[in-house]
């Protein structure tokens, strides 16, 4: 019998990824989403004949629970929440509403339904914040630095809670940056790489940025959702960091993605924008994937170089086929 996956957040750039990857091995997968009145399918549109779809919202405990019991998973992923950072000053309490109580009432549907059901919470590097050791490993204390980072570590503590206090298979990934050509133009890689293709094609003279001297672990979204799986097939659940190891300034990717798109130096093009200041930043973010490397067998493939260069690749290859026509 083919397991079956239910995915949260299947229309974001990560659950994309994850339900190529559970599709090619041979996986029923659900894909929960919010009702809405536009297509929000762009990322999946591909595969969009091959996956289920459950209208559900992480707001509304019965509905999650009446999903669970319909679709009778084996797996449950949950992406969803409220995951750009600069919104979550602006939005606060809602993003708690779903990057943080979201979490427990999936957790408490499973526990209804069947608690043998086993479960992947999407923790992020930004719990981290102001980091209190580099490199940041499973052990390293939390400081969050933004309304999303504080709700991560609650929809994190959540699911120890219930995987201890149930016996519930209950893992967490700890995601460092992880990026691809389907991120959101708000996130700033993707801000970096759709920018210079477009300065690149003449359809743009300057790029606009916040913090160039910030550093990030960034690795590639197809690589983590790997990571994800894997979590799951383990005989013990358990947290893991998944990162690259390295990291670099937003500076460092500025500088690349300008010399793969043949443009020089990128100072004559950049500038800095106060608007894009965070309230509190999150200085230096570098994840240690020792244990994910040792129990999970998980290595990245795709380097930080060649992730810079296939996103700004993708994105002079779309504005170019746009402005074609």
Not at 31 to 41: E, I, K, P
Not at 79 to 98: D, H, I, M, R
Not at 163 to 170: G, I, L, N, Q, T
Request: include cysteine; aromatic fraction near 10%; charge should be negative.
């Amino acid at each position: 019998m083919a397991k079956t996956a239910l995915i949260t957040g299947i229309t974001g750039q990560d659950g994309s990824y994850l339900a190529e990857l559970l599709l090619e091995r041979g996986y029923r997968v659900v894909g929960m989403t919010r009702r809405t009145s536009t297509d929000v399918h762009e990322r999946i549109q591909h595969i969009v004949d091959d996956i289920e779809f459950v209208s559900g919202d992480l707001l509304d405990q019965n509905s999650m629970t009446s999903i669970v019991a319909s679709v009778q998973p084996d797996e449950v992923y949950n992406l969803a929440a409220q995951s750009f950072v600069p919104t979550s000053w602006q939005q606060p309490v809602l993003t708690g509403e779903f990057t943080a109580l979201g979490v427990t009432r999936v957790l408490e549907a499973i526990r209804a339904v069947n608690s043998k059901i086993r479960f992947y919470q999407a923790s992020s590097s930004e719990m981290f914040g102001k980091v209190v050791e580099v490199p940041q490993r499973e052990s390293t204390p939390f400081y969050p630095r933004s309304p999303y980072g504080v709700a991560k570590v609650y929809g994190h503590w959540i699911t120890v809670n219930y995987r201890e206090s149930y016996d519930m298979f209950a893992c967490s990934g700890i995601l460092f940056n992880h990026e691809s050509a389907r991120r959101g133009k708000e996130f700033v890689t993707r801000k970096i790489s759709d920018g210079v293709a477009r300065i690149k094609l003449g359809l743009a003279k300057q790029l606009a940025l916040g913090n160039l001297d910030a550093q990030r672990d960034w690795g590639f979204a197809g690589d983590y959702v790997r990571a994800m799986w894997l979590m799951l097939q383990q005989d013990v659940a358990d947290d893991y960091v998944v990162a690259t190891g390295r990291t670099h300034s937003v500076r460092d990717f500025v500088r690349v993605a300008f010399e793969v798109a043949g443009l020089g130096a990128f100072e004559p093009f950049v500038v800095q924008d106060p608007r894009f200041m965070r309230p509190a930043e999150v200085d230096l973010l570098i994840g240690d994937p020792s244990k994910a490397r040792e129990r999970l067998g998980w290595e990245p493939q795709v380097s930080f170089e060649q992730l810079v260069e296939m996103m700004v690749r993708a994105d002079i290859d779309r504005l170019s086929a746009l402005a074609r026509g």
